[in-house]
């Protein structure tokens, strides 16, 4: 199986900073896209960023400037550098993942290909 585990969030004033990180692991042949959601009390998760395996970066309109986004490809890790925190930024984030998995017990990738996956989530809090 594959298994995404984030660290990271934690409570910050306006205008403060935090690093999250978020590891894949497990029967892992091949990783693709990788990312961060985010989903704040009371409305639907929303892409924050993500980055493709040669690097291609993509970002919502509302943190862009202030977010970057990053890959380890070897250690499957993606981090995301958040700075000029701002209340609505308040949410709890999570890392996904498209990846394919070992086939049964061979070095071959699984002939489903591709599939999402998600972290539990990591609740990041924006406040004075």
């Known amino acids: 199986q594959v298994q995404l585990k984030e660290s990271g969030g934690g409570l910050v004033q306006p205008g403060g900073s935090l690093r999250l990180f978020c590891e894949a692991s497990g029967s892992i042949f091949s990783v693709n896209t990788m990312g961060w959601y985010r989903q704040a009390p009371g409305k639907q998760r929303e892409l924050v960023a993500n980055i493709t395996r040669e690097g291609t970066t993509n970002y919502a309109d509302s943190v862009k400037g202030r977010f970057t986004i990053s890959r380890d490809n070897p250690k499957n890790i993606v981090r995301l550098q958040m700075n000029n925190l701002k209340a609505e930024d308040t949410a709890v984030y999570f890392c996904?993942?498209?990846?394919?998995?070992?086939?049964?017990?061979?070095?071959?990738?699984?002939?489903?290909?591709?599939?999402?996956?998600w972290g539990q989530g990591t609740q990041v809090s924006v406040s004075s």
């Open positions: 996904h993942a498209e990846a394919v998995k070992y086939y049964r017990e061979s070095y071959l990738p699984d002939p489903v290909g591709y599939r999402p996956y």
